[in-house]
T-cell receptor
Framework: SQQGEEDPQALSIQEGENATMNCSYK?????LQWYRQNSGRGLVHLILIRSNEREKHSGRLRVTLDTSKKSSSLLITASRAADTASYFCATANSGGSNYKLTFGKGTLLTVNP | GAGVSQSPRYKVAKRGQDVALRCDPI?????LFWYQQALGQGPEFLTY????????KSGLPSDRFFAERPEGSVSTLKIQRTQQEDSAVYLC????????????FGPGTRLLVL
């Protein structure tokens, strides 16, 4: 079963614009991760944010986490055509099985040149 | 360095055939995971190994699915008597530590059962 739900399901923007994707989940988590998937490189880990963190940056990526609302957002600034891919959030539950990632259905991002 | 590799990349099987999918994790990685990704969906957890021990197989859909990692490195996912609903991409991931927060994924094996 899928825990995370990404929103929107699809997003189309112009190069240089910012892209924001949201993720909601249902249970208590140890951490939340964002992955990117395209046909060329498979599933690539982007960033991990722990349950006691509220915001994290990595290059052009900014992730926020609100555990009270059980939601996260991924912001990609100054987007490039190469950012075109599907983006998934994945949660690792708190407790003994925190190795097990539960993915959402993903947001398909298209960046037009 | 070399990432996670999987073979074959594509597999077409007739319904009822047995298939074996191979995963070569990153050298030295303790943890290995298998996921199943249906078309248009996110990956779903199948099973988890820590070295050669299969610690969690709760995600395997049926007893037709079997995974092993006998020497704690290469892993094989076997599906017996394949059914059309088994058609999916099978992803393998490894991580350096026990449990492992950051998982490194292979390119996947796309299985089509006719």
């Amino acid at each position: 079963s899928q825990q995370g739900e990404e929103d929107p399901q699809a997003l189309s923007i112009q190069e240089g614009e910012n892209a924001t994707m949201n993720c909601s989940y249902k249970t208590s988590i140890n951490n939340l991760q964002w992955y990117r998937q395209n046909s060329g490189r498979g599933l690539v880990h982007l960033i991990l944010i722990r349950s006691n963190e509220r915001e994290k940056h990595s290059g052009r990526l900014r992730v926020t986490l609100d555990t009270s609302k059980k939601s996260s957002s991924l912001l990609i600034t100054a987007s490039r055509a190469a950012d075109t891919a599907s983006y998934f959030c994945a949660t690792a539950n708190s407790g003994g099985s925190n190795y097990k990632l539960t993915f959402g259905k993903g947001t398909l991002l298209t960046v037009n040149p | 360095g070399a990432g996670v590799s999987q073979s074959p990349r594509y597999k077409v099987a007739k319904r009822g055939q047995d298939v074996a999918l191979r995963c070569d994790p990153i050298s030295g990685h303790v943890s290995l995971f298998w996921y199943q990704q249906a078309l248009g969906q996110g990956p779903e957890f199948l099973t988890y190994f820590q070295n050669e021990a299969q610690l969690d197989k709760s995600g395997l859909p049926s007893d037709r699915f079997f995974a092993e990692r006998p020497e704690g490195s290469v892993s094989t996912l076997k599906i017996q008597r394949t059914q059309q609903e088994d058609s999916a991409v099978y992803l393998c991931a490894s991580s350096q530590q026990r449990g492992g927060e950051t998982q490194y994924f292979g390119p996947g094996t796309r299985l089509l059962v006719l």
